[in-house]
């Protein structure tokens, strides 16, 4: 198990240092250095960008599904998969509302917010 757990830390630090992270063939976008994701800021964005589909309480709609799920925990769903997520695009595979589309339009730094904004939510319906 020690060996495992260092693999993963290894593997953390490794995603940290690397200005080139790759996930499936894709660049990994990333906030700005030193931003401090701001959950009041990522609401407001979250709300012009994400809330028509996703529902104005993160709870879904009949284009897509609430953020307010136990699959987007962090567990599951690290905060980097909201980052390739803006970024590329998702195939639907949890839910039967279709494809996520890229939403070009949102930085790397208003996603970093927007996910500091899911995961206090998220905090407070209980999802860790």
């Known amino acids: 198990m020690n060996k495992v757990r260092r693999l993963l830390f290894v593997a953390g630090l490794f ?11 894709w660049q990994v976008p990333k906030p700005s250095p030193g931003l401090m994701p701001n959950p009041a800021a990522g609401k407001k964005l979250f709300e012009k960008h994400c809330a028509s589909c996703h529902g104005i309480g993160l709870n879904g709609s009949d ?5 307010l799920h136990r699959i987007y925990e962090p567990s599951h769903h690290a905060d980097i998969a909201f980052q390739l997520a803006v970024k590329n695009g998702v195939r639907a595979h949890h839910w039967q509302f279709g494809d996520m589309a890229p939403v070009p339009q949102v930085t790397p730094d208003d ?3 927007i996910t500091a904004y899911v995961r206090a939510e998220q905090r407070k319906v209980g999802i860790r």
Do not use: E, I, N, R
């Open 63 to 67: 284009k897509g599904p609430p953020l």
């Open 111 to 113: 996603a970093a917010h």
């Open 15 to 25: 995603s940290l240092f690397c200005p080139t992270v790759q996930a499936q063939g």
